[in-house]
């Protein structure tokens, strides 16, 4: 693997490792089984994140950081302090929550923000010094080249224990993510389904101590 630079990323940023987890997240059934049409989700995907990074950009206790190659961002994640509160409708909505609701259509979109809400329930009530990463994606052309791996190791869980924390959780709906995420030390301690339109998808939440 080619020297990669783990940063925060700079706010120039931004609408590129937006699309990069955008793009990422096209064929999850946490998003597909809401939004099943392609081209609607690819719209809804790309308004979605952007509208999420604008958001918590900037804001006390939490981060968005990236890992870059050739100055170019090849992955990306976004962290959450236990002390973190999720920024205000109001916010939402001036960084462009109507224009999610748009593409993705008000009923599907506010169905699914409720199953995210209950799939995270399960990290936010560990509390402590727990951190929650909300979001880690690798660019689909760089996928299975040890990025994310390395992210986790090198950048993401030394970032933690460097900003106070004791433990990193996260929830998942990917079977291979979930196998991922154990591999890489992290150990199951909720699991769950949720239905929508007759279609069914998993959840499972993880953690790892931080050292």
Not at 71 to 76: I, R, S
Not at 106 to 123: F, L, R, T, Y
């Amino acid at each position: 693997m080619d020297r990669i630079v783990f940063r925060e990323m700079e706010k120039k940023e931004l609408r590129e490792c937006a699309h990069i987890a955008a793009q990422a997240f096209m064929s999850y059934t946490y998003f597909s089984n809401y939004i099943p049409d392609d081209k609607k989700r690819e719209a809804f995907l790309e308004r979605l994140i952007l509208c999420e990074f604008k958001a918590n950009y900037g804001l006390k206790e939490t981060v968005i950081l990236t890992a870059v190659r050739d100055g170019k961002p090849v992955a990306v994640a976004h962290l959450c302090s236990p002390s973190f509160e999720k920024p205000s409708d109001l916010r939402y909505v001036l960084k462009g929550w109507l224009g999610v609701l748009n593409a993705g259509g008000s009923k599907d979109v506010n169905a699914w923000n409720e199953m995210q809400k209950e799939a995270g329930d399960p990290c936010h009530r560990l509390g402590g010094k727990t951190w929650y990463l909300s979001l880690l994606t690798v660019a689909q052309q760089e996928e299975r080249k040890g990025i994310g791996s390395a992210f986790i190791g090198q950048f993401i869980i030394p970032y933690v224990k460097e900003h106070g924390g004791e433990a990193l959780c996260l929830f998942t709906n990917s079977e291979e993510n979930r196998k991922f995420y154990t591999r890489n030390g992290f150990k199951e301690f909720d699991s769950r389904s949720f239905d929508y339109k007759g279609k069914s998808v998993g959840s499972w939440s993880l953690v790892i101590p931080v050292k």
